[in-house]
């Protein structure tokens, strides 16, 4: 798996009110050099891998279902 450094960056919008939580958490428990982009980066990538079988079975149900 790539660093952070290694790959293409692109925006993902959130709340005000997410934005705003996710900064406070960055502020009071963060290490140094953390920021919130780091954060959630690593928050998701544990999600995808967490939930890998699920998200899978999920997009098989619904896009390899017969029709009729």
């Known amino acids: 798996s790539r660093g952070l450094g290694d ?3 692109r925006q993902i919008y959130v709340s005000a ?7 406070e958490v960055v ?8 920021t ?3 954060y959630v980066e690593n928050i ?3 999600h995808l891998e ?5 998200i899978n079975r999920i997009h098989k149900d619904q896009n ?3 029709l009729l």
């Open 7 to 9: 790959v293409y960056k």
């Open 17 to 23: 009110e997410t934005k705003h939580k996710i900064s």
């Open 27 to 34: 502020k009071k428990i963060g290490k140094d050099g953390m």
């Open 36 to 38: 919130a982009t780091s």
């Open 44 to 46: 998701l990538r544990h």
């Open 50 to 54: 967490t939930y890998k079988d699920e």
């Open 64 to 66: 390899f279902k017969n």
